[in-house]
């Protein structure tokens, strides 16, 4: 059951991979690197796993660093010889994925609707600007905030605390928008309103608090917020 919403949300924070891009041209890189279809669900998984490992140690690197270490690591266990490079160059394809169909035009009708809007990724700074930029969509966002700058990577509270004080809004004035539920929970953990996007295979998490609003793409939430 969805949470009532305080208020009308003035900014909304949107994840970047999955939530806006489509991950199947790098699903399909590392799939064929690891040499099985589907293998590329376990890496991403991984990735975040040691993205979250660096951040309670106090460390940290570029997600596309950690996600290259990862590659290497689960090509290992297939006993598939991967070197950095070529880790690397097999990732190439998340710096030009595609927008998910709905969401060009979802964010412009968010955008003329008033709402203020902006990224908040785990990818880096130069990344991000690289990757909304091939998706055509730079241009809808007021700002693109990266975990660069905090030096941690997201569901960490602080991320979501410094993405509102960067917006110049308390926490409970922004929606964070994503297709995660370990997103979505750290995001609502932290005092921001939140909206899932159910795209294929994710699934909210059944211990955090319920999410303000569910939708299955941006058009739905778009339909949902209008009235607020």
């Known amino acids: 059951m969805n949470q009532p919403m305080p208020s009308r949300p003035s900014v909304l924070l949107f994840d970047v991979n999955e939530t806006l891009l489509n991950l199947q041209p ?3 890189s590392v799939d064929a690197v690891l040499l ?3 293998a590329s669900r376990l890496w991403f998984t991984t990735m975040l796993q040691y993205s979250l490992v660096m951040t309670v140690s106090g460390q940290y690197q570029p997600l596309g660093e950690i996600g290259a270490a990862t590659l290497q690591m689960m090509a290992k266990n297939r006993e598939v010889v991967l070197g950095a490079a070529e880790a690397k160059e097999a990732l190439k394809p998340m710096l030009s994925l595609p927008a998910h169909a709905d969401v060009r035009g979802a964010l412009e009708r968010f955008k003329a609707a008033g709402f203020r809007m902006a990224t908040l990724t785990n990818s880096s700074t130069a990344a ?3 990757q909304l930029d091939n998706a055509g969509i730079a241009d809808l966002f007021e700002r693109q905030l990266s975990v660069e700058t ?3 990577f997201k569901p960490h509270r602080d991320v979501y605390q410094w993405a ?3 917006m110049g809004v308390p926490a409970g004035d922004c929606m964070l928008v994503a297709a995660h539920a370990w997103d979505v929970a750290g995001a609502a953990w932290a005092g921001m309103q939140t909206a899932f996007i159910e795209r294929a295979g994710n699934q909210v998490f059944p211990l955090a608090h319920a999410p ?4 299955s793409d941006l ?3 778009f339909e949902q917020l209008a009235g607020k």
């Open 164 to 166: 509102a004080s960067e």
């Open 212 to 215: 303000t609003f569910s939708a």
């Open 150 to 152: 905090p030096a941690k």
């Open 36 to 38: 099985e279809n589907g």
């Open 128 to 130: 991000c600007r690289a």
């Open 26 to 28: 790098l699903e399909e």
């Open 219 to 221: 058009d739905g939430l």
